[in-house]
């Protein structure tokens, strides 16, 4: 089933607005976890509003006021988010770096006490469409499944690490976890019986596997790092690295006391007018993209591409026709919609 990009924007902010969100945080969020789904980030778009649901009406999601300022300086900020949404923080904090950026060159705003802040990916392009890079990262210091390589405990979350870049055409959007695979689709897969498509879990024992239920059954086994049990020490070591740049910079982490489902964020911007200028530095992004799309594909009939240039072109595809949501998420939401008086998308044709 298909349904117009705006009804489910407008859909999402009604139902966040009727939990007490304040509306431009309820704009925010909506638009951002649409918008994974425009790209096909399914797992972790508007499958993610049921859960923010629960946590505004628990009271774990904050619903007024704004971030703490606990460091200010002209290239270098620190927030306290007070567990407020996360979607709308780090649009708040993009703002103010692309405006530091443009007179310091670049600009960086950690922000401790977040919640959730959604998919990546989401956030890139509206970076790179002013000529802008940007880096995202995140942890959620509350809660653990990935193991340190070599390891049977777990210590960390899949630890995303995301970049937009402008190339002076398509930009290059990354948005990767530094380990095997997401508690997202885990957790779907787990709840539909299925397995993964590659061994990104292991059990208890040590042994890798394809069977996402090893994470749910006592006792319980974790996700492995990028690159599994071959080459797992890089994802290790990447994991680490976002540690640092999350919870070492903004001086809270896993050492401190849990407090519910959320995340601790880096976000940098770069402004390349500052360097060698948004002209040159284009000049060579877009070569190398355009190398890239001209080397001589390993399987016929499938093009070289760069990260990113397929959730853009999916993008632009179902704001046009409709976008197809995953099965599980609008019935995943009905009793929401009925608690709160909300009327539901219709699909289109």
Not at 42 to 56: D, F, I, Q, S
Not at 120 to 141: E, F, H, I, N, W
């Given at each position: 089933m298909r349904y117009a990009y705006q009804d489910l924007i407008t859909f999402a902010e009604n139902l966040l607005t009727a939990?007490?969100?304040?509306?431009a945080k309820a704009a925010a969020v909506a638009s951002i976890l649409v918008e994974g789904d425009l790209m096909g980030?399914?797992?972790h778009g508007l499958?993610?509003?049921p859960g923010y649901l629960?946590?505004?009406?628990?009271?774990?999601?904050?619903?007024l006021g704004a971030p703490t300022v606990l460091a200010d300086h002209p290239a270098a900020l620190t927030w306290d988010g007070r567990r407020l949404p996360g979607p709308w923080l780090v649009l708040e904090a993009m703002a103010l770096a692309a405006e530091r950026a443009a007179t310091q060159g670049t600009c960086t705003v950690v922000i401790r006490r977040s919640h959730h802040i959604a998919c990546l990916a989401a956030y890139l392009k509206r970076a790179t469409d002013q000529g802008l890079v940007m880096l995202l990262t995140c942890s959620d210091p509350n809660t653990a499944s990935v193991a340190p390589f070599g390891g049977l405990d777990a210590v960390f979350t899949p630890n995303p690490v995301s970049a937009g870049i402008p190339t002076g055409g398509v930009p290059v959007l990354m948005d990767v976890s530094t380990s095997a695979t997401t508690n997202g689709l885990t957790n779907r897969l787990h709840k539909e019986g299925k397995h993964l498509p590659a061994a990104w879990v292991m059990d208890v024992h040590g042994a890798a596997s394809t069977n996402p239920s090893v994470l749910f059954e006592e006792p319980k086994g974790t996700i492995l790092p990028l690159g599994g049990m071959d080459s797992g020490h890089k994802g290790y070591g990447l994991t680490l690295?976002?540690?640092a740049l999350t919870g070492g910079l903004a001086g809270h982490g896993r050492a401190d006391p849990k407090e519910g489902w959320g995340a601790t964020v880096f976000l940098q911007i770069m402004d390349p007018r500052a360097f060698a200028g948004l002209d040159a530095f284009t000049r060579q992004t877009g070569h190398v993209a355009d190398a890239c799309r001209a080397s001589r594909p390993a399987r016929e009939g499938s093009a070289v591409r760069t990260p990113g240039e397929k959730?853009?072109?999916l993008a632009?595809?179902?704001?046009?026709?409709?976008v197809a949501l995953y099965p599980s998420i609008l019935p995943s939401l009905a009793s929401w919609a009925i608690k709160l008086g909300v009327t539901e998308p219709a699909a289109v044709s």
């Amino acid at each position: 089933m298909r349904y117009a990009y705006q009804d489910l924007i407008t859909f999402a902010e009604n139902l966040l607005t009727a939990s007490g969100l304040e509306p431009a945080k309820a704009a925010a969020v909506a638009s951002i976890l649409v918008e994974g789904d425009l790209m096909g980030h399914n797992t972790h778009g508007l499958a993610l509003l049921p859960g923010y649901l629960g946590e505004l009406e628990s009271g774990s999601m904050e619903k007024l006021g704004a971030p703490t300022v606990l460091a200010d300086h002209p290239a270098a900020l620190t927030w306290d988010g007070r567990r407020l949404p996360g979607p709308w923080l780090v649009l708040e904090a993009m703002a103010l770096a692309a405006e530091r950026a443009a007179t310091q060159g670049t600009c960086t705003v950690v922000i401790r006490r977040s919640h959730h802040i959604a998919c990546l990916a989401a956030y890139l392009k509206r970076a790179t469409d002013q000529g802008l890079v940007m880096l995202l990262t995140c942890s959620d210091p509350n809660t653990a499944s990935v193991a340190p390589f070599g390891g049977l405990d777990a210590v960390f979350t899949p630890n995303p690490v995301s970049a937009g870049i402008p190339t002076g055409g398509v930009p290059v959007l990354m948005d990767v976890s530094t380990s095997a695979t997401t508690n997202g689709l885990t957790n779907r897969l787990h709840k539909e019986g299925k397995h993964l498509p590659a061994a990104w879990v292991m059990d208890v024992h040590g042994a890798a596997s394809t069977n996402p239920s090893v994470l749910f059954e006592e006792p319980k086994g974790t996700i492995l790092p990028l690159g599994g049990m071959d080459s797992g020490h890089k994802g290790y070591g990447l994991t680490l690295l976002v540690e640092a740049l999350t919870g070492g910079l903004a001086g809270h982490g896993r050492a401190d006391p849990k407090e519910g489902w959320g995340a601790t964020v880096f976000l940098q911007i770069m402004d390349p007018r500052a360097f060698a200028g948004l002209d040159a530095f284009t000049r060579q992004t877009g070569h190398v993209a355009d190398a890239c799309r001209a080397s001589r594909p390993a399987r016929e009939g499938s093009a070289v591409r760069t990260p990113g240039e397929k959730g853009i072109a999916l993008a632009e595809q179902q704001k046009q026709a409709g976008v197809a949501l995953y099965p599980s998420i609008l019935p995943s939401l009905a009793s929401w919609a009925i608690k709160l008086g909300v009327t539901e998308p219709a699909a289109v044709s």
